[in-house]
Every structure is written in C-alpha cells, then in structure tokens.
Nanobody, 125 residues
C-alpha cells in the first residue's frame, strides 16, 4: 500500500480545508486509516481514525471541527477541517494499517505500517 496525501495550503483563521489521502492497493477497504499532524518542535499527534467499517474516533483538539470520511471505491480517505485555528498549523500525515488499532494503540505512530508524505497546513491569524 502506498499513500499520497494532498490538499494542504495557506488559509486564514476560520477557513476550511479538505485533505485527501489516496491509496494504491487492492485491499485498502480493509485498512484502518488515521490522520496525524506534527508541528515544529512537537511530537506527532493523532487527530482521528477511521476503521474499515466506517467507525471513527477523534481527539479532543479537533472533535467537532474535523471529520474523517472514506470513499472505498476511490481508495481515498478525506480529512475535512473546519473552523481552522492558528494552532492547527502543522504538517499533516495519513497512515494506514491492516491491523485495526485497539485502545491506546491508535495513538501510537508505530502501530501504522504505511504513511503518506506530509502535506503542510498553515493557518494565519
């Protein structure tokens, strides 16, 4: 599986942006896909996960503002980001693994075997 993240850019506070994570591979429908971000000088942090059946989980900093969706026919997972804030500025990554993350596993970047390259999001105040 190869992942290609795209859609980042420079936006203003309050704007919306949609990131895409396009995957190659015939079995992508069975993969859990997560979105992480990493700001300069900070650790990579989980934003949310979508499991193969479409269930989702979001962390508190983005809950209610960000939405993960997946189009299995297109092998693509999206991260819709609304009400963006300057603190959302970071490099954003998608990651996938065939083994669904349980409990605290979902927070660990090491759980995910496949990673896309980062796409940069900058939110100006």
């Amino acid at each position: 599986v190869q992942l290609q993240a795209s859609g980042g850019g420079l936006v203003q506070t309050g704007d919306s942006l949609r990131l895409s994570c396009a995957a190659s591979g015939y079995d992508f429908v069975n993969y859990a896909v997560a979105w992480f971000r990493q700001a300069p000088g900070k650790e990579r942090e989980l934003l949310g996960v979508t499991w193969r059946h479409g269930n989702t989980y979001y962390t508190d900093p983005v809950k209610g503002r960000f939405t993960i969706s997946r189009d299995n026919a297109e092998n693509t997972v999206y991260l819709q980001m609304n009400s963006l804030k300057p603190e959302d500025t970071a490099d954003y990554y998608c990651a996938a693994d065939r083994n669904p993350p349980y409990g605290s596993q979902k927070f660990k970047p090491s759980h995910y075997t496949y990673w896309g390259q980062g796409t940069q999001v900058t939110v100006s105040s």
